[in-house]
């Protein structure tokens, strides 16, 4: 079975600067798809950035970015530029590509707070 | 375009009474899906509507739980008799297809005190 894993309970970076949230993850599977969510205080948990395994190229979205090292099964966010609206919690996800078991299985989620 | 809803935001109830929570999907979209958060831990998996059918409902925790789509619009969790331990928070999920390109959709929750 797939498994993520945050080991990051919590992180604080100071507003402007960067900050990079640590996932692994476990699976057997060569293509599947890995995600990052955001839930802010507001509860309303939203899509951050995705990253299809079979492609080699990192994802970015704005100041969001993945270093994907799909040898050592590791997925982090790196926030650039940090601001006081990224805080929330983020969790790190797997999706896997079979027909079956369209589910996502979520990591326990680190909680980020910035400091302004 | 409106969101993924659930009602009701936040309820408390006894041990051993029932609840029951509602999401009301994105427009259009077949797939619905249902998250459960117990304090400290992942977000697991519940189940997996597709328009009125159960696709998978392998994370649903035992019998207690009934899950209904009636007419593939918005689906209803049941909870008889509740427990403790299932207090959490109850995300319920919305995408067009199953395509793993299609992104899940979330609602912002429904918190589950069970008393």
């Known amino acids: 079975a797939q498994t993520v894993t945050q080991s990051q309970p919590e992180m604080s970076v100071q507003e402007a600067e960067t900050v990079t949230l640590s996932c692994t993850y476990d699976t057997s599977e060569s293509d599947y798809y890995l995600f990052w969510y955001k839930q802010p205080p507001s509860r309303q948990m939203i899509l951050v950035i995705r990253?299809?395994?079979?492609?080699?190229q990192n994802a970015t979205e704005n100041r969001f970015s993945v270093n994907f090292q799909k040898a050592a099964k590791s997925f982090s966010l790196k926030i650039s530029d940090s601001q006081l609206g990224d805080a929330a919690m983020y969790f790190c996800?797997?999706?896997?590509?079979?027909?079956?078991?369209?589910?996502?299985?979520f990591g326990k989620g680190t909680r980020l707070h910035i400091l302004p | 375009e409106a969101g993924v809803t659930q009602f009701p935001s936040h309820s408390v109830i006894e041990k051993g009474q029932t609840v029951t929570l509602r999401c009301d999907p994105i427009s259009g979209h077949d797939n619905l899906y249902w998250y459960r958060r117990v304090m400290g831990k992942e977000i697991k998996f519940l189940l997996h509507f597709v328009k009125e059918s159960k696709q998978d409902e392998s994370g649903m925790p035992n019998n207690r739980f009934l899950a209904e789509r009636t007419g593939g619009t918005y689906s209803t969790l049941k909870v008889q008799p509740a427990e403790l331990e299932d207090s959490g928070v109850y995300f319920c999920a919305s995408s067009q297809s199953s395509r793993r390109t299609d992104t899940q959709y979330f609602g912002p929750g429904t918190r589950l005190t069970v008393l």
């Open positions: 990253q299809e395994a079979y492609k080699q």
């Open positions: 996800a797997y999706r896997s590509p079979g027909w079956r078991d369209d589910k996502i299985i």
